[in-house]
């Protein structure tokens, strides 16, 4: 197992609304320094990634590796050093407990 050697931070979306009636997707953090893992996905695993999918879904550019209690679920983004992955699937992929794997996208252009 690759060691857990970065601390990120999860974040959950929240819908608002604002003064104009508008729904309006704000980040909440859920959770700070986080054990994980960030590898960049390589080039094999996206093609096959982008054949599984059909070109209809995001197609992952990182995976992230978390401890097994770390609650993190699609849907969430990961802050580490300014930048951020939004989460795409996540599973325990040895079914062992030992650690959950979640395949994310890098978000461009995201401050904090």
């Not at 601390?7 to 980040?27: F, P």
């Not at 590898?39 to 992952?60: C, K, N």
């Not at 580490?80 to 939004?86: A, D, M, Q, T, V």
């Amino acid at each position: 197992m690759i060691g857990l050697n970065q601390l990120v931070s999860i974040e959950r979306a929240t819908e608002t609304v604002n003064d104009l009636g508008e729904s309006i997707k704000t980040w909440a953090t859920v959770a700070e320094s986080v054990q994980a893992r960030i590898i960049s996905a390589s080039p094999l695993e996206r093609q096959g990634m982008a054949a599984v999918a059909g070109g209809e879904h995001e197609v992952a550019t990182h995976k992230i590796l978390f401890h097994s209690t770390a609650d993190v679920r699609p849907g969430d983004r990961v802050a580490f050093l300014n930048e951020y992955y939004e989460i795409l699937s996540v599973e325990d992929v040895d079914k062992m407990g030992h650690h959950k794997e979640a395949w994310a996208v890098y978000v461009e252009g995201v401050t904090s």
